[in-house]
């Protein structure tokens, strides 16, 4: 029996209480029924006998702070003290946690964790406090209306009656669910808006916190995959006499995706694995070298890409005084969280059950049950926390869970697997973010107006192909160049296009998708525009927005104020800034930065972010202060190439290396006040750092960056 059970069960049985299953809109059947059987593992909120308030959390705790963010929205309408509040994954359930963003599916991406629930978690906490207040009046025999609730204490002033929570509980069960209950106005908020500590911190660094490693079962075997060298490649013929000699292994089995070997632990399920002897077939594969498929993008640019905007006709750059040019390009990019890939599966008696930090539960839970030729009820996915994606475990094929199933078919008979990914696995054979090209163009009038604007991007499709394909509804992949359309800035006449490249190398979103890349190329070439035009970085950007783009004005306004920006260099110094808008959130920063040898090296950078209301502002630091320090490491170092034949250089840390500590700058963030609906903040502070860093790069040394990472080559 796993730790986890242990908890949940022991849970359940110490804690009668109240537990409430509220989805929106909340058919009343349910609602009621849910009151009716107050134990069912269907919920939002669990209210114990001992006061806790424990909030199933229906987004993937991969670093970002759902389990906080979520339980803060519970907790203000609830009017619970935030030491009473706990949080738990909640299982693979579509109709229950469905991420109200995504349509009918349970998933985590896209910054959209706060966004889809800021409305729906409030309702779930109004309605429990609603049905407490009802428990209270009964059991007080005294109106509702004169109870008041207020960090987790219930109290009548008239008759001098108080309670916790728990005490009621039972009592509250009882009560009809409300389908509408009313919500606070924002003057009201008590913990929205307040820097509270994040509930899960305690258990990470107490190593109480529960991962796939931590999870064992009965009999369990550990399982890795020997997997095709390049990509597209498939199992020609292997010879497993040599492993099966390795102490520990117990079997080896072909699957769709290689050559699993199964072991009594990981040490010899590794030497087994090299002791395999596989014949690989590479008729399908792919044998072309990064600079090889760099150049075939370059020629599908030329050819100028599929139209999806158009304002007013490009020609006029015919006419243009001035016009500028560039090319940027982008390599492959590995996701490389400190977790690789993990999954436990066990099959017993006709049904499965699985535990690994699962980002799109739905896809997964569909894909377990097809491939064991199981009805889906009779598969449970327990989502547990992860350590780190980035995109990673965002999974439109679902491959892990499919070959976690695979494993466990393969097996051929009932039993527990722990299948294990290295992080060699990984960078060598994983999802990669696309390589990309883009190819600008701007004109500039006598006046150094910009009168026309072009941007064709060139790379491969993420969601063509994939399970998700049909959200694009038959139109292009718009995450494939997402933040080169729709800019906020007047730039004249405008054609984006996108050429959609081929290859069997799988890719995948990555942390900001699309914006990492066309942030960048946008907002460097704008930078050089702005400077043939003769016009500061910040003042020129202000003077393209339209009145209509107060926060994009915000933002950039606040940015500039907080760095003190005065021009792009002082005392040796340069000074870049840049702005992006991704997901609903608009962030400006400004970079301070050395010339170390040839190196830039930043030593401050001032992030401005306007992203709604700020549910937590010790939150959306972090993920401003993670965001910047995952792009830097990013800009500076990281690149996936292939050699000449289609091999991957890259393989972990030592040749693709996270950022270092000392390489690290201050950050200053600012947070502007809004009343607007929340947005995400996962992802935003990624984009606008390596753009940023270009620009003041550019100004300190005369050197355009054009293409990833900085490390690479300088013009």
């Known amino acids: 029996m796993t730790a986890m059970h242990t908890t949940r069960r022991g849970f359940l049985a110490g804690s009668a209480g109240l537990m409430l299953a509220l989805t929106l809109p909340l058919p009343k059947a349910r609602a009621q029924q849910a009151a009716a059987e107050p134990f069912a593992p269907n919920a939002f909120i669990r209210i114990g006998t001992d006061d806790t308030v424990t909030v199933m959390i229906k987004h993937l705790e991969m670093g970002q702070g759902p389990y906080t963010g979520l339980s803060t929205l519970v907790a203000e309408e609830l009017d619970a003290d935030w030491s009473q509040m706990r949080?738990?994954?909640?299982p693979a359930n579509a109709e229950l946690y469905n991420n109200l963003a995504f349509g009918p599916m349970?998933?985590?991406?896209?910054?959209?964790?706060?966004?889809n629930s800021y409305i729906q978690m409030r309702k779930a906490g109004a309605a429990a406090r609603a049905m407490l207040v009802a428990a209270a009046a009964q059991e007080w025999g005294v109106p509702a209306e004169e109870i008041t609730v207020k960090a987790g204490v219930i109290s009548h002033e008239g008759s001098g009656n108080s309670s916790g929570f728990g005490a009621l509980s039972q009592l509250a069960a009882s009560q009809t669910v409300p389908e509408d209950p009313p919500l606070k106005e924002a003057k009201d908020f008590v913990l929205i808006g307040t820097d509270l500590p994040k509930l899960d911190t305690a258990a990470k660094t107490t190593g109480k916190a529960e991962f796939t490693m931590d999870i064992f079962r009965d009999g369990m075997l550990t399982v890795v995959v020997a997997h095709p060298p390049k990509f597209g490649a498939t199992v020609a013929s292997f010879d497993d006499s040599a492993a099966l000699q390795v102490s520990g292994v117990e079997m080896v089995r072909q699957i769709p995706s290689g050559v699993a070997v199964y072991a009594t632990n990981t040490y010899a399920a590794m030497k087994g694995r090299d002791a395999l002897s596989v014949?690989?077939?590479?008729?399908?594969?792919?044998?072309?070298?990064?600079?090889?498929?760099?150049?075939?993008?370059?020629?599908?640019?030329?050819?100028?890409?599929?139209?999806?905007?158009?304002?007013?006709?490009?020609?006029v750059l015919d006419d243009a005084a001035q016009v500028l040019e560039a090319e940027y390009r982008f390599p492959y990019l590995a996701h490389a969280p400190l977790e690789p890939l993990d999954a436990v599966i066990e099959v017993k008696e006709g049904k499965a059950e699985m535990w690994y930090g699962c980002q799109f539960p739905t896809l997964d839970h569909m894909t377990v049950a097809q491939v064991l030729e199981m009805p889906q009820e009779d598969v449970r996915i327990n989502v547990l926390m992860a350590g780190g994606s980035f995109g990673r475990r965002a999974q439109g094929t679902s491959h892990l869970a499919a070959e976690a199933a695979a494993i466990a078919k393969a097996a051929g008979r009932d039993g527990a697997f722990k299948l294990v990914w290295t992080r060699e696995d990984d960078v060598k054979g994983g999802y990669y973010r696309p390589m990309t090209i883009h190819k600008l163009r701007a004109g500039l009038d006598a006046d150094g107006n910009i009168i026309g604007w072009e941007n064709i991007v060139a790379n491969q499709s993420i969601l063509m192909g994939s399970?998700?394909?049909?959200?694009?509804?038959?139109?292009?992949?718009?995450?494939?160049?997402?933040?080169?359309?729709?800019?906020?800035?007047?730039?004249?006449?405008?054609?984006?296009?996108?050429?959609?490249?081929?290859?069997?190398?799988?890719?995948l979103w990555w942390r900001s998708v699309g914006h990492t890349h066309t942030g960048y190329a946008v907002e460097?070439?704008?930078?050089?525009?702005?400077?043939?035009?003769?016009?500061?970085?910040?003042?020129?950007?202000?003077d393209l927005l339209p009145e209509s783009e107060t926060r994009v004005r915000g933002v950039i306004e606040k940015v500039a104020e907080i760095s003190g920006w005065n021009g792009t260099t002082r005392d040796g110094k340069g000074y870049g800034v840049a702005y992006v808008k991704s997901f609903g959130t608009h962030v400006a920063q400004v970079v301070e930065l050395e010339d170390r040898g040839g190196v830039p090296h930043l030593t401050k950078v001032w992030c401005a972010v306007d992203c709604g209301v700020a549910v937590n502002p010790n939150v959306i630091r972090a993920?401003?202060?993670?965001?910047?320090?995952f792009a830097l490491g990013t800009a500076l170092h990281d690149r996936i190439t292939f050699a000449p034949g289609g091999e991957v250089q890259q393989s972990n840390y030592h040749n693709y290396p996270m950022l270092r500590i000392g390489e690290m700058p201050e950050v200053e963030v600012a947070i502007i006040q809004s009343d607007a609906d929340p947005t995400g903040v996962g992802e935003p502070g990624v984009p606008p750092l390596a753009p940023a860093m270009?620009?003041?790069w550019r100004a300190l040394t005369g050197n355009k960056q054009y293409e990833l990472p900085f490390s690479g080559v300088t013009s």
Not at 87 to 90: I, R, T, Y
Not at 106 to 115: D, L
Not at 524 to 542: H, I
């Open 694 to 696: 270009a620009n003041a």
């Open 106 to 115: 349970q998933g985590t991406g896209g910054s959209t964790a706060i966004a």
């Open 524 to 542: 460097a070439f704008l930078d050089e525009v702005l400077e043939a035009a003769g016009k500061d970085p910040v003042q020129g950007r202000l």
């Open 467 to 507: 399970a998700m394909e049909g959200m694009l509804q038959g139109g292009p992949d718009t995450t494939s160049y997402e933040g080169s359309s729709g800019l906020p800035y007047n730039l004249g006449a405008k054609r984006i296009g996108w050429a959609r490249m081929q290859s069997p190398v799988s890719v």
């Open 87 to 90: 949080a738990e994954g909640a």
């Open 623 to 629: 993920q401003m202060e993670g965001g910047i320090g």
């Open 279 to 315: 014949e690989w077939d590479d008729s399908a594969a792919e044998t072309r070298s990064s600079a090889e498929m760099f150049e075939e993008y370059a020629q599908a640019l030329a050819e100028g890409g599929q139209t999806v905007e158009e304002h007013e006709d490009i020609a």
